[in-house]
């Protein structure tokens, strides 16, 4: 059934006073938390998870929705008025954005900023329409095999790209699966590192461990230096952007959504490697290249457009696949989870009309993310100045709160603790976190269908190899450890000239 | 001190994959006897990802030990190390045990109550370097409210039961 015949019953499910509130809720919250330095679009989405569970599945996924595409827009202004970028995703941005605001042009930085992140929302917005459908249809095709190697795949880019190094990203994903082995065994119901505590046998909950793992090592981070996260904002300045100025940055804004659309798609990318790909693209190809990196517009415009673009795109493995594009792609499955819905290809045949609400709510968020954007930036001054002192404290006692409201125990807290210090030791390790928590989400997965595929095969792994799916993602796994051990290798020769060269 | 902080970790990772296939993985792991194909036991998974581990860690510590005297772009690209900082590490292992207590109290005294105490602690540990008295009292009145408001959404909106004091029940 393609999108006109869901069309009605996803309209009706959209076009209630109650869906449309929760959407242009979801966008204020994500544009406040992420314009708040120190807090990201990542823990945001994590935070107001909990607030779901009461919600019906249409409402709820769609206030995540919301808080993703304002958190990641949110996060360019401070990225541009106190040179902090609020998410990962705006480091492009600050490039360009702060020596315009030392010029007096922070206005124009953030209005151009915002209407290259509604284009590129759009952009990405609608390739999600128009391809995750298709893709759905191919994956109905795949067996475990299939599956098993399309989530070797996607561990491999995150764990690759995550971080600086492809080493610290494998081990981080290999904690994560050997966290998602706690429980009862899938094929046999025998215990696997429960040690007599009933409550393990279940898996740890993977919301403990996702608010623990992005949100605790955040605040404790803040109590070790808390006066790390002040910053001095600079003023809007009389300027803003002029339909001239969006008008000479508009192919680099088409350029960095359909970058972002594609970047987004595949999964484990995410923003930030986007933002980074279309400003370096826009830099190249504009005639203004050498003011790039001084306050020139289409830098801000381009950065913008390629972190904006991801975020519609990063639903395509997660709608068609039931893989996670990024975090907080991973974080958004848990709303489906609590609902007793599975991302996938079957999501589309038994859930049609709620998968095509939430693409027409997709649509209506690059709307409300105007508006709301256009306020944010004149009242940035009130969301900076949120005490740090008082808010970190509470996002603690919101964590709290939203971790125990999952299954009523204060078990999962204690889980949410104990992973908030590991990924704390990781942050000081400089693991990241993001292959920890992916590799935590398909763990069963992969180990599901590997053994799947071994019970099928009678144990012979030569069904690993079986069509030109398998074999596709193969040779795409080979070839992203194959680059990036060689564009690490590289680095590295890079580096050591030039410290030969300082010697 | 980043060279240093990755063979902490490589060495770190090897002992503990190590551990994993050698005690945890026998102890901890149950396996049926009649499992006929090693590929499909229980055991299977937990220990590829074990030997997963320990190649990541001794690719780390090659990486770093062979490299140890020079700069690599990784070290030049991350954000550089946290400056020691005495009374930021105090102020981490004082986090640990208000977290610790804040759990504790949690079953104790119910959610709301520790969750008054807890916010109110935090604050207190970070207000010292840099608040005003403004944000003090700030801190104060949100530190009653905040738990409230929660108690409310989640207990008479969400639904959920949420653990009470025992000298008090809130309605």
């Given at each position: 059934m393609s999108f006109l015949d869901h069309a009605p019953a996803a309209f009706a499910l959209v076009a209630q006073w109650s869906s449309i509130l929760a959407l242009f809720i979801g966008v204020a919250v994500g544009t406040v938390a992420g314009a708040i330095p120190g807090m990201s679009a990542t823990m945001a989405v994590a935070l107001a998870l909990p607030f779901t569970f009461a919600m019906p599945p249409v409402e709820g996924i769609l206030l995540l929705l919301g808080v993703y595409k304002g958190g990641i827009f949110g996060g360019s202004i401070p990225a541009i008025?106190?040179?902090?970028?609020?998410?990962?995703?705006?480091s492009a941005t600050v490039l360009d954005g702060y020596p315009m605001a030392e010029r007096g042009e922070a206005g124009r930085a953030l209005t151009i900023a915002l209407w290259a992140s509604c284009t590129a929302d759009i952009i990405s917005n609608l390739a999600l329409i128009f391809f995750a459908g298709q893709l759905a249809r191919l994956a109905l095709s795949f067996g475990p095999p299939e599956f098993f190697t399309l989530i070797l795949f996607s561990l491999t880019i995150i764990a690759g790209v995550s971080g600086s190094s492809l080493l610290k990203g494998l081990i981080s994903a290999a904690l994560g699966l050997l966290l998602a082995t706690v429980g009862l065994d899938l094929v046999y119901g025998t215990n696997r590192f429960v040690f007599g505590e009933p409550q393990l046998m279940g898996g740890l909950n993977f919301i403990a461990v996702l608010i623990g793992l992005f949100a605790i090592p955040e605040i404790i981070a803040f109590m070790r230096d808390p006066a790390k996260h002040e910053g001095r904002a600079r003023s809007l300045g009389a300027s803003r952007a002029s339909f001239a100025d969006y008008r000479r940055c508009f192919v680099s804004i088409i350029r960095g959504g359909l970058l972002g659309s594609v970047m987004g798609a595949i999964p484990g990318i995410g923003a930030a490697p986007s933002a980074f790909l279309s400003y370096s693209e826009a830099r190249r190809r504009s005639p203004n290249r050498a003011n790039f990196g001084r306050g020139e517009i289409e830098g801000v415009a381009a950065a913008e457009a390629g972190n904006n673009g991801v975020a519609g795109a990063t639903l395509i493995p997660l709608l068609?696949?039931?893989?996670?594009?990024d975090v907080i792609t991973a974080i958004i499955i848990g709303a489906f989870m609590v609902h007793g819905l599975q991302p996938g290809p079957l999501l589309f045949a038994t859930n049609g009309s709620l998968v095509y609400a939430l693409f027409i709510g997709l649509i209506l968020s690059s709307i409300f993310l105007f508006a709301v954007g256009s306020v944010a930036i004149r009242f940035f001054r009130f969301i900076a100045e949120v005490p740090k002192v008082a808010l970190f404290p509470g996002v603690l006692v919101l964590c709290v709160f939203g971790v125990y409201a999952v299954n009523n125990t204060v078990f999962d807290i204690a889980v949410m603790f104990a992973m908030g210090w590991v990924g704390y030791v990781m942050q000081r390790l400089g693991v990241p976190p993001a292959p920890f928590l992916i590799a935590f989400i398909l763990g069963p997965l992969l180990e599901d269908n590997f053994r799947q595929a071994m019970l099928m095969s009678g144990s012979s792994p030569v069904i690993l190899f079986r069509s030109w799916i398998t074999w596709l993602f193969w040779a795409a796994t080979l070839f992203t450890i194959a680059a990036l051990v060689r564009s690490g290798l590289r680095e590295r020769r890079a580096a050591r000239a030039s410290t030969d060269s300082a010697a | 001190m980043k060279a240093n902080s990755a063979i902490v970790l490589g060495a770190g990772t090897v002992v503990f994959s190590a551990f994993l296939l050698a005690w945890l993985i026998p102890n901890a792991v149950v396996s049926p006897r009649n499992v006929s194909n090693i590929v499909l036991s229980p055991l299977f998974w937990p220990q590829i990802v074990a030997v997963i581990l320990g190649i990541g860690g001794a690719g780390l510590l090659a990486v770093h030990l062979t490299g140890r005297a020079r700069a690599t772009s990784e070290d030049m690209e991350e954000a550089p190390p946290l400056p020691p900082s005495l009374s930021g590490e105090l102020r981490v292992l004082v986090s640990a045990a208000l977290m610790f207590g804040y759990f504790w109290l949690v079953s104790a005294i119910g959610i709301v109550f520790a969750s008054m105490l807890a916010y109110a602690a935090f604050a207190v540990l970070a207000v010292r370097a840099v608040s005003s008295r403004g944000e003090v009292i700030a801190v104060l009145i949100t530190a009653f409210l905040l738990p409230l408001l929660l108690y409310a959404f989640f207990g008479h909106v969400a639904g959920v039961s949420l653990p009470q004091a025992p000298f008090f029940r809130l309605p």
């Open positions: 008025l106190i040179r902090t970028p609020g998410t990962p995703a705006s068609a696949l039931g893989v996670p594009g | -």
